[in-house]
């Protein structure tokens, strides 16, 4: 019974650790790669071994490493020696708000049970590896505020069940829309504030479960698609500002039944204010500033109970009116 339980007991002390031994090693070779890491001093060795009792990382009950959370914690430093290969049951890393700096490695792909990947609002740098397309359990992907350039990568239409996708403030441009996969369960778009330079991305349309869409601060051309508000019946918020859009505003508006939010503003746009724009009963704020629609100023706004903002401001109207019990500043 005696040696029975001594072995049990060198198992327990040998086995287990071994996995975060391998974890915890692969966390503190970048925790050395890492100019200021103050808000990190408790990964080290010498306060515990095991590296699920160290800051911003959790474990698993088996002792797997799979969440690491590091939002606005002042990390300077690159991926260079990021070991992918030694965290594979990772669900979550969350190094936002950081100074992280340089490239994505593609071996970042290596985290195959990922599900939410935030380096938003860093100063990281290169093309966004299209290998991030792989990572196929991804749920919500925010990669904004960097200074990533090039295409955005088709591969990342791949992430058939991404819901959350954010690559807005960056410089990427240049993409091919043709060769983009449908991407249904998408609900958050937004790539506003880039440098993409085309005509409305037709496949857009085909995301049809998005109910917040923003493609605002870019170089987009031509008309709004017409069916705009048919295939997309979920959306709340649509963002298409500081575009160069052009023609008319679509008639088929009048069937968006669950936007609150309408920012068209300094586009191109002509041919008035449409009278339909009275039929999106839940509108609470509508922009349309800074084209060219002109024509007499429209009576719907009595219909449109919700409303608390508009601003049609340079529009040849030069009006602009706030709800008085409820005003919003944008
Ligand atoms: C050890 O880590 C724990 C958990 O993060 C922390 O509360 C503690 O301050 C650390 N101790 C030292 C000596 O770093
Ligand atoms: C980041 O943390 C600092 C304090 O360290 C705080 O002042 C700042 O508001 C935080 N910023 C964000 C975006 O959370
Ligand atoms: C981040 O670290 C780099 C050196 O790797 C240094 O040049 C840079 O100034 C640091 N940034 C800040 C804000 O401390
Ligand atoms: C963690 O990863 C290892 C190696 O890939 C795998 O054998 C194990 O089943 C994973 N455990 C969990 C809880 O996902
Ligand atoms: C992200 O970028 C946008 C657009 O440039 C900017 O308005 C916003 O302040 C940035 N956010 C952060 C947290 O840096
Ligand atoms: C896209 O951006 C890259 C990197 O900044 C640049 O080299 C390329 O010329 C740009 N392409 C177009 C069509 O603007
Ligand atoms: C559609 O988006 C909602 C969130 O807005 C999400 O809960 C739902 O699962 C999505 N539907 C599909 C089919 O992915
Ligand atoms: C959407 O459009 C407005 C113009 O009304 C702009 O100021 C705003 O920053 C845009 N994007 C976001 C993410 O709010
Ligand atoms: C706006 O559209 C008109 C044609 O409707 C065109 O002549 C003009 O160049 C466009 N302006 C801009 C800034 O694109
Ligand atoms: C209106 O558009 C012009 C150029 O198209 C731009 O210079 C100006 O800043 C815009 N005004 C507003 C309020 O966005």
Redesign the pocket.
């Known amino acids: 019974m005696k040696p029975f339980y001594i072995l049990l007991c060198l198992f327990h002390l040998v086995i287990i650790p071994v996995e975060s031994e391998t974890e915890a090693q692969a966390l503190l070779k970048w925790k050395e790669s890492i100019v200021h890491a103050n808000s990190i001093s408790s990964w080290s060795l010498a306060n515990s071994s095991d590296p699920c009792k160290w800051s911003g990382v959790t474990c698993s009950p088996t002792g797997y490493v799979v969440q690491i959370e590091l939002h606005n914690t002042s990390i300077n430093g690159t991926f260079e020696n990021f070991d992918f290969f030694s965290l594979p049951n990772l669900t979550k890393l969350d190094l936002s708000n950081n100074l992280l700096h340089g490239t994505i490695p593609s071996t970042i792909s290596m985290l195959t049970n990922l599900k939410f990947l935030n380096l938003g609002c860093n100063k990281l740098d290169g093309i966004i590896p299209p290998e991030i397309g792989s990572i196929s359990e991804l749920l919500d992907l925010r990669l904004n505020n960097n200074s990533f350039t090039g295409p955005i990568p088709f591969q990342l239409s791949w992430l058939q069940k991404v819901q959350y996708f954010d690559l807005s403030a960056n410089h990427l441009n240049n993409t091919d829309y043709s060769q983009f996969s449908v991407m249904s369960s998408l609900s958050h778009l937004s790539l506003h504030h880039n440098k993409l330079r085309s005509p409305f991305p037709f496949i857009i349309l085909q995301f049809a479960n998005l109910s917040y869409l923003d493609i605002s601060e870019n170089h987009l051309?031509g008309p709004i698609p017409y069916s705009l508000a048919q295939n997309l019946p979920y959306l709340e918020y649509l963002n298409l500002s500081y575009n160069?859009f052009?023609?008319e505003i679509p008639a088929s508006f009048k069937s968006f039944s669950r936007l609150r939010e309408l920012r068209l503003g300094s586009n191109?746009l002509?041919g008035g204010i449409p009278s339909i724009l009275g039929s999106i009963s839940r509108l609470r704020l509508l922009e349309l500033f800074n084209n060219?629609l002109g024509g007499p100023l429209p009576s719907f706004f009595g219909q449109l109970k919700m409303l608390e903002h508009i601003n049609l401001e340079g529009d040849g109207l030069n009006f602009e009116l706030e709800n008085s019990f409820q005003s919003e500043s944008m």
């Open positions: 051309t160069n052009d023609r191109n002509t060219s």
